[in-house]
Every structure is written in structure tokens, then in C-alpha cells.
């Protein structure tokens, strides 16, 4: 198979200074057991903190959620799954340099092709800098996330929580409902409102989501959790 650097460097976005550091991040154990070269074991090392690093700063700067909830969306981002996709949507397992005994079974084996991704993040780290890694990291896995959280929002939710809210509080004469949005924060791309559910004009509950009425949604399922407590405690 020819190693074709420049198909390459078109698939990925970025034309390497050092050709060949990147035959080295396409290069497995096997292969440069077999043909004496550097392998890219030591790249996907490097490369997994590099894209941990950037995920982390760019859900950091997008403030989309508390600790925990940054947390699962990093390990969810970061994980084998969306780093086989990026290799895959590319159209690069075909240039990862194997030995003979793996190429048998390369195909069944997903660490394989998803470890590609990191050390190629490496690679492009070490030739180009942070700018350059940033940028294929957002142009790839970041992106599909970005494409995954939207689709997300598009989906109805199951229970009308506002209606459910609604029932609740004429049935029992309670008041009025109404709402309010609070905050927007993050790029247009990817927003989290923060919205309140006011009971007889006063703050009851608060609901974040990537849109007002997925915000309203979870203030009104916060709201009636909260007043269903109180009832069935007596007060």
C-alpha cells in the first residue's frame, strides 16, 4: 500500500511540516516491529491528554452545565466511539500502516483505528501547536457533538411538564403559573438558558436546557416535584 501523504494532509486539513512524524502517528506496533520504524504508541499517549485538554477548555468556555454534568459530556466526547467515527467520516483506516499477523483482524478491532486519532492529534500538536490541534479537534469530534446536542433539543419531550405543572396548581386552587427567563450564556451555536417558574409572581423553581422551552420544561418538573413534597408532608 502507498503511503499517501498529501491525500492525507487534504482528508485531515493540515499539511505537516515533518512527513515523517505523520507516517508515524498511522504507524501501529506491528508495523514498525516488522519494518524498524517508530511506532505511534507513545503519540496516542500524548495525543489523548491533548484532546482531553481541549475538550475540557471548550466546555469550560461554553459553561454548559455544573462539574458533573461537564464531566459526562466530556467522557462522552473523548471516549472510543466518537474518535472511531472522526477516523472513519475522514476516510483514513485505510492508510494505518499494519503488521501482516494484524492486518487479519484490523477490521474487528476498534481501539485500533480510534487510537489513530489521538496520536494524530499529537502529531499535529507537536508540528503545529495547540492552534492547529484546536482546530481539528472542533472540525471533528467537538463538531459531531456540537450536531448530536442540537438533534437532542429538537426532540419533544414525552411529558408536557408545563401542563402537568398547570393541572396540578388549578386543581388544588393554588395560584397562577407563570414564567421567566433568567440567562443565556454560551454561543449562539450551543446556548444554555436558565429559566424560573414563578408561582403567583414568585420565584418556585429554577430549569436549565439548550432552549427557553427546555429551560421552562425542567423548571415546571422542578416546581411540581417541589410542591408535591410539601403537600404530602403537610405543609
Known sequence: MIFDVNEIEDKIGYEFKNKMLLRQCFTHSSYGYEHNEEDNELLEFYGDAVIEFIVTEYLFGHRAGDEGKLTAFRAEIVSKGPLLKAVKKLGLTEFV??????????????????????????????????????????????????????????????????????????????????????????????????????????????GTGCSVKSAESQAAKRALAKLKKSEKSGR
Open 97 to 206: 500502516l499494519l503488521g501482516k499477523g494484524q492486518e487479519k483482524t484490523s477490521n474487528s478491532d476498534e481501539k485500533l483505528f480510534s487510537s489513530v486519532y489521538e496520536a494524530l492529534v499529537a502529531g499535529i500538536y507537536i508540528d503545529g501547536g495547540i492552534s492547529a490541534a484546536k482546530k481539528f479537534v472542533k472540525g471533528t469530534i467537538i463538531k459531531d457533538f456540537e450536531e448530536s446536542q442540537k438533534k437532542k433539543v429538537k426532540v419533544a419531550p414525552s411529558v408536557n411538564e408545563k401542563s402537568a405543572l398547570q393541572e396540578y396548581v388549578q386543581k388544588r386552587k393554588i395560584g397562577s403559573i407563570s414564567y421567566e427567563t433568567l440567562s443565556k450564556t454560551g454561543p449562539d451555536h450551543l446556548p444554555v438558558f436558565r429559566a424560573a417558574a414563578l408561582l403567583n409572581g414568585e420565584k418556585f423553581a429554577e
